[in-house]
């Protein structure tokens, strides 16, 4: 079963960048198809991103142009390329493993975007 560690969260200015990463231990990384979410306070949890094994990604459409979405099969790691924050970005994000229809999850790290 695979663990997800996220890193990277914090507080940034709008119009500001960060670049979130999540580590994967105890499976095979190349295995799982890897995706970013994100959850606001009050909101459903939303898509942002999904690179599947082969490295194709798909974005959520507000989202395309801003956010880039990476792994290192060889680190066992996804990244999330974030740019031109906007308030409206503020949420806990979170690395999401699947693999025959199972999702893990990882814990959320906290993106605040704000003056």
């Known amino acids: 079963q695979v663990q997800l560690v996220e890193s990277g969260g914090g507080l940034v200015q709008p119009g500001g960048s960060l670049r979130l990463s999540c580590a994967a231990s105890?499976?095979?990384?190349?295995?799982?198809?890897m995706g970013w979410y994100r959850q606001a306070p009050g909101k459903q949890r939303e898509l942002v991103a999904r690179?599947?094994?082969?490295?194709?990604?798909n974005y959520a459409d507000s989202l395309k142009g801003r956010f880039t979405i990476s792994r290192d099969n060889a680190k066992n790691t996804v990244t999330l390329q974030m740019n031109s924050l906007k308030p409206e970005d503020t949420a806990v994000y979170y690395c999401?493993?699947?693999?025959?229809?199972?999702?893990?999850w990882g814990q959320g790290t906290q993106v605040t975007v704000s003056s």
């Open positions: 105890g499976g095979i990384f190349s295995l799982y198809a």
């Open positions: 999401r493993a699947d693999r025959l229809g199972t999702p893990y």
């Open positions: 690179i599947d094994r082969g490295g194709s990604t």
